[in-house]
């Protein structure tokens, strides 16, 4: 079943505008805080051209690892960890990771010319 299949069915709906309160005895001990989902795709469109010449291209796989890097960093800046994180015993707090890349597929001898990345995270905030 998995979550793929929750959000296929529309049963995170509803807290995709977040936020999210929740109340729980996960793992050993009580907990509480506020989460929002965050889903995300970042398509980068390059110039597909021979490896041989590089400087004709424009690789859009290294287009895409800048612009997330640039986004992830600023993400972790706006969503830091709360200063009362370690006191709640949170392992996981807020998070922004890639979990699929595509690439347009070409011989190994082409610069890529399109590549797209799609990820999940939290936002996260002890209550």
């Given at each position: ?8 069915n ?8 977040g ?10 001990q ?62 996981v ?13 070409g ?21």
């Open positions: 079943m998995g979550v793929d299949m929750v959000v296929k529309g049963k995170l709906d509803e807290v995709k505008g936020p999210v309160y929740w109340v729980d005895s996960a793992d050993s009580p907990c509480c805080g506020t989460a929002g989902m965050l889903s995300w795709e970042l398509t980068a469109n390059g110039r597909l051209f021979h490896s041989g010449f590089p400087q004709k291209g424009i690789n859009s796989i290294e287009m895409l690892v800048e612009g997330l890097n640039l986004i992830q960093r600023r993400f972790y800046e706006d969503f830091a960890p709360h200063p009362s994180e370690n006191g709640y015993g949170f392992s707090g807020s998070n922004m990771k890639p979990t699929q890349i595509e690439c347009a597929t011989s190994l001898n082409q610069i890529c010319g399109g590549t797209s990345t799609d990820g999940a995270g939290i936002t996260a905030e002890p209550g």
